[in-house]
């Protein structure tokens, strides 16, 4: 079992930059896969980003490839998001997720552990 923490959210301007960071407790982080999702008001969760268990691979949402970047640190229990060029449609709370699993999902149904989420909000 795993505990997720996020941090780092706050309000910024259009074509500012955020990171986010997530802390997990446990000894075993290096075996799970992690992602970052987010859930705009009165909209479902979706998938931003993960990152597999060494690091080694990642996956994007089409909406922000090129401007986020998912990473990780296994000797720190901590994972990243770092966001650059964000719009006012980035606007959402982000999650943390985690999936005691190889294999990188993109569905919210995957993942067993989550955290309480951090507010990222972009103005125009």
């Known amino acids: 079992q795993v505990q997720l923490d996020e941090s780092g959210g706050g309000l910024v301007q259009a074509g500012d930059s955020l990171s986010l960071s997530c802390a997990a407790s446990?000894?075993?982080?290096?075996?799970?896969?992690m992602a970052w999702f987010r859930q705009a008001p009165g909209k479902e969760r979706v998938f931003v980003a993960c990152i597999s268990q060494s690091g080694g691979n990642t996956d994007y949402a089409n909406s922000v490839k090129g401007r986020f970047t998912v990473s990780r640190d296994n000797a720190k229990n901590t994972v990243y998001l770092q966001m650059n060029s964000l719009k006012p449609e980035d606007t959402a709370v982000y999650y943390c997720a985690a999936n005691y699993d190889v294999i990188m999902f993109r569905s919210p149904s995957r993942y067993a552990y989550w955290g309480q989420g951090t507010q990222v909000t972009v103005s125009s």
């Open positions: 446990g000894r075993t982080f290096s075996r799970y896969t």
